[in-house]
């Protein structure tokens, strides 16, 4: 689930009366903006939760979002609405920027895209870099105790050699690649003829 949220950076705290009238038409105003803006967001089908508690400071709401996962923070104030602005917060990145009111949308839409596509490029090359491929058994037992990550090798295809190698080792094929490149090859573990490789890796 994709999800930008919005929070006030106002506060209703207050012991004079005249300064929360004032307040409160401030936040009035705040609300009337930001909720113009989520309907723009359902209609581009992006999840939107609208954070106006006033029981709750900024850095509360910070923080809480966060716990949960929301990859995108857009807060607004007092002068983010003068200024025509709004705070973006990226949560992968940690950064932050000031954009436009006028361009938020398009930019928040394009943003979500990007952080899709850095989130899985950045997994997918995690994944990459931790699979070792091996030839041998005894290859195979030293990666498997002094390096973490997928194993890439030979196996027969039977599930007797599997449980052979559950047995000696713990580890156990985690994975069959679909798109895997049909290799020629020898069994690590019987010798016996293969077709291609599959990736072992422990269970913890």
């Known amino acids: 689930m994709i999800m930008v949220w919005f929070t006030s950076k106002f506060s209703t705290n207050t012991s004079c ?15 009337k903006v930001v909720e113009d803006l989520v309907n723009q967001f359902k209609k581009l ?17 910070f923080a809480e979002w966060e716990l949960k996962g929301v990859p995108v923070r857009i807060a607004v104030g007092p002068k983010d609405l003068e200024n025509g602005t709004f705070e973006v917060a990226r949560r992968d990145t940690l950064s932050k920027e000031v954009v436009s009111k006028d361009g938020i949308v ?23 870099t931790h699979i070792t491929e091996v030839n041998s058994f005894d290859e195979f ?33 985690r994975c069959i690649p679909l798109n895997g490149v049909k290799e020629e090859g020898k069994c690590i573990f019987s010798g016996a003829k293969s077709t291609g490789r599959v990736l072992f890796a422990k269970a913890y």
Do not use: M
Not at 147 to 170: M, R
């Open 141 to 173: 037992k030293d990666i498997l105790e002094n390096k973490t990550g997928f194993i890439s090798a030979h196996w027969d295809g039977t599930p007797e050699t599997e449980e052979k190698i559950k047995e000696l080792t713990k580890a156990t094929i």
């Open 45 to 61: 089908r992006i999840t939107v939760k609208f954070d106006n508690r006033t029981t709750q400071k900024p850095g509360f709401k």
């Open 17 to 31: 009366d005249c300064t929360y009238i004032q307040e409160r038409g401030r936040i009035d105003c705040n609300t």
């Open 106 to 128: 398009n930019y928040i839409n394009s943003l979500l895209e990007t952080i899709q596509s850095d989130l899985f490029n950045r997994a997918l090359q995690y994944r990459d």
